[in-house]
C-alpha cells in the first residue's frame, strides 16, 4: 500500500473561457498554489490549453507537489458524462471530444465540465448556496447563465444546454440580441447590454462598472439601469415560478455592482410575485472565481476526494470575472 | 410465507382537484376496475375524500379484490417528503397535513403526491415522454402548470412549488391574471383565458373549445388564438433555453384542439429560437387522465410494485380534464 502524502497532492483547475484561460493550481486545503492565465486563441486552443497545463505541472514538480487530477470547465453545451462540447459559440467549437483529447495527452486522472454548473457547484460547496437543496446560480458578467440545482441534482438538460437564462424572451419583439433573437434578458441586464443601450442613449464608450458609478448623478444612466433591473426581476420571477429554488444567487462582475444592483431587484420581483415570497436573492461569495474553483472540486471529485472541500477556506482574494 | 394473488390486488388512486374528487381502483395490469367522482365540496374536504376512497375500497371487496394502497394527488404546494399541503388556493387549503390524516383513518399504506408532478410520472412511464430522461410536461385547462422532469429527476422546489409556469410573465405590464398578476401565460393560454379574452373582443360567453371550432372562420376567435399561441411559445422557448428539455408534452383540455394548437406553436417556437433547435413538442397521449394515472403508479410505487406499469396497456378511453 503506498501511503500518499496528501498535503503534497494538488489538482490543475481550468476555466476555459472566449476571453482567457484561467489555470491554477488548488491543494487539498483549497489553497491556490499557482495560477496562469493565456488569452484564448482563435485557433488550436487545445495546444494553448496543454500547454498551460503542462506549465501548471512542471510548477507543481518544482513546488515538490504531486498533480493527481486535472478538470476543464467550458461555456456552451457540454455533456459531461462524454466530455464532448457539443457548441460553444465563444470557442468557435463544435462537437469537441474535449475529454478525449486531454486523456490522451495526460497521463493523470482528468475530467471536463461546464463552466456555470461548475460555479454552481463551488457556490454550493463553499459559496452563498450551502444548506441549501434548490437553488439558481445566475453569473453575469459580458453575457449571462444560470446553473439550477434542485434536490435531485444539477438541471444539465439533454443536450447538456439547460440555464441560457441569458436568452430567454423577456420583451416580446424588443431590441436585437448578439444571438440573432429579440428581446432577450442579457440585452437589458448583461455588462455587454448596459453599456451598449447607455452608449445608444448618451453616447461615449462606458463600461457597465462606469455607468454604475454614475447612478444618481446621470439621468441616462440611471434609466438604463433601471430598465437592467426590471428584466432581471423578471427573469428571476419566472425562476422563481418554474424552480421554486430556496436561493438565487447572483455572480460574475455584473453582480460587483452590489446593494446597487440588489436593492432594486428584489424589490421589482417582490412587486412581480404577488401570491407567493420571493426567494432569498443574494450575491455570490465566490464571484469571478467560482468557475475555477468548482473546477478544482470536480477534479478532486474525479479521483473521489470532493470531501476535502468541506475543511476549505475561500482565498481572501477573488478573481473578477 | 403469504401467497398474494397479484392479479386481484388493486390501488386506490384520486386525484383530487379544486372542481372534482376522481377517484378510481386501478389493478396491476392497469385496468380500472371502478371509477367515482364528487364535486369538490367548499369544506370538509377530506371528509368526502375519505368516503369515497371508503366506496371504492367496498366496491373492489365486492368485486373480491384487495386495496393494496392509495394515493392522493392534489394541485398546490406539495411536500411530498411529508405529505404536507403546503397551499392549494383551489382547495382553500394552508398546511393541510393530508397523509397523516389518511394514514390516520386508512390501514393500507397510502402516499401524497402532487397532481401536475404524478401526470408526468405517467407520461414518462406510459405517455408520450417514455425513453427519454428530461422533458416537460405543460397539461393546460382552466389554468396550467408544468412537471419538469431532469435526468436526476423531477423539479420540486424547496417549497415544492416548482412548475407554476402558468404565472410566468410574459407580458410587461400585461393584462390581469386572476392570481394577481399581470402578464401571466395563463392569461393568454388557459381555457379560462382565451374564453375571458374573446368575450372581451366578441362579447357572449363561448368556451375555449367553441372558439376553436370558430378558427378561420372568426376573426375574433382567430386573433384570440393566434395570440395564445404566440404567447405559449415564448413560454416554451423560456423552458426551452432554461431547462434544454428533450419533449415538451402539452396535456390538459386545451390541447384537445390538437394541430390548431401545435401547428402555430411549434412554427413561433422555431422563429424564436434562432441559435438551437426547438425540442420536440408533443400532445399528451393520456389527457386529462395523466393525473389519476399517475397517482395509480404512486400507489403501487409506496408498496415498491412500480414495476407493474412495465406492462400497462393503456385504456383506449380517456377522461377529459
Chains 1, 2 share one sequence.
Not at 494553448?48 to 493527481?68: F, P, Q, S
Not at 493523470?108 to 454548473?117: E, L
Not at 429579440?182 to 463600461?207: D, I, P, Q
Not at 434609466?223 to 426581476?233: F, G, P, T
Amino acid at each position: 500500500m503506498t501511503v500518499v502524502n496528501t498535503l503534497a497532492d494538488v489538482v490543475v483547475a481550468v476555466d476555459l473561457g472566449g476571453t482567457a484561460i484561467k489555470g491554477s493550481l488548488v491543494s487539498e486545503t483549497g489553497e491556490t498554489v499557482a495560477t496562469s492565465t493565456r488569452s484564448t486563441p482563435a485557433t488550436d486552443i487545445i495546444d494553448t490549453l496543454m500547454e498551460l497545463i503542462a506549465e501548471l505541472i512542471a510548477a507543481a514538480t518544482a513546488h515538490g507537489r504531486t498533480v493527481i487530477a486535472a478538470a476543464v470547465v467550458t461555456p456552451g453545451m457540454v455533456d459531461e458524462s462524454s466530455g464532448v462540447v457539443v457548441y460553444a459559440s465563444n470557442l468557435n467549437w463544435k462537437n469537441v471530444p474535449l475529454l478525449a483529447e486531454l486523456q490522451s495527452r495526460l497521463s493523470i486522472p482528468v475530467t471536463v465540465g461546464h463552466d456555470v454548473r461548475a460555479a454552481g457547484l463551488a457556490e454550493s460547496r463553499l459559496g452563498a448556496a450551502q444548506d441549501v437543496d434548490d437553488f439558481t446560480l445566475i453569473p453575469i458578467g459580458t453575457g449571462m447563465a444560470a446553473a439550477i440545482v434542485s434536490a435531485s441534482g444539477a438541471v444539465r438538460g439533454a443536450l447538456g444546454a439547460a440555464g441560457e437564462i441569458g436568452h430567454i424572451p423577456i420583451v416580446q419583439g424588443g431590441e436585437l440580441c448578439t444571438c440573432g433573437q429579440r428581446g432577450c434578458l442579457e440585452v437589458y441586464v448583461s455588462g455587454a447590454g448596459v453599456a451598449r443601450r447607455y452608449a445608444a442613449r448618451a453616447g461615449g464608450n462606458l463600461s457597465s462598472r462606469e455607468i454604475v458609478a454614475r447612478l444618481g448623478s446621470d439621468a441616462d444612466a440611471d434609466s438604463v439601469w433601471d430598465e437592467a433591473a426590471r428584466a432581471l426581476a423578471q427573469g428571476l420571477a419566472t425562476v422563481t415560478l418554474l424552480l421554486d429554488p430556496a436561493v438565487i444567487v447572483l455572480g460574475g462582475g455584473f453582480s460587483q455592482a452590489g446593494a446597487a444592483l440588489l436593492h432594486p431587484v428584489t424589490r421589482y420581483l417582490d412587486e412581480l410575485l404577488v401570491w407567493r415570497d420571493a426567494p432569498d436573492v443574494v450575491l455570490s461569495r465566490l464571484g469571478g472565481d467560482a468557475g475555477r474553483v468548482g473546477a478544482a472540486l470536480l477534479a478532486f471529485a474525479c479521483v473521489d476526494r470532493l470531501e476535502v472541500a468541506d475543511t476549505w477556506v475561500l482565498d481572501a482574494e477573488r478573481v473578477p470575472l
